[in-house]
């Protein structure tokens, strides 16, 4: 399994067009084969900051999730949005260890 937490920074004008479009792009992601978890959260003192938490049961999964069609539209959607590029952090699951506890 992997995990990526992905840290975004949104311009504040776009903040709610951006929820929009990463809920869409959400809504996709949470049906692809190998995905097992895709949250979304705004931080709470800082609206403009958000955090993803995407755990797939492989890379090969969580490589295919950049070839989807929801995901390049999200990402050529919020790129202009961006206050500062996104980065994403891999992460190595210890616990769950098994793929059936996730859900």
Do not use: C
């Not at 996709?28 to 097992?36: M, Y």
């Not at 003192?45 to 539209?73: C, G, N, V, W």
Request: charged content about 25%; overall charge negative; aromatic content about 10%.
């Amino acid at each position: 399994m992997i995990v990526t937490v992905v840290n975004v920074f949104v311009l504040q004008e776009h903040i709610e067009a951006f929820i929009e479009a990463t809920l869409d792009n959400h809504r996709g992601s949470v049906q692809e084969e190998g995905n097992l978890r895709f949250d979304i959260l705004q931080h709470k003192d800082d609206p403009s900051a958000f955090t993803f938490y995407e755990a797939y049961e492989s890379e090969e999964a969580a490589a295919k999730h950049k070839e989807t069609s929801h995901y390049l539209k999200w990402r050529d959607t919020v790129a202009p949005w961006m206050a500062k590029p996104r980065v994403g952090t891999p992460h190595r699951v210890i616990a769950p260890a098994e793929a059936s506890q996730w859900r």
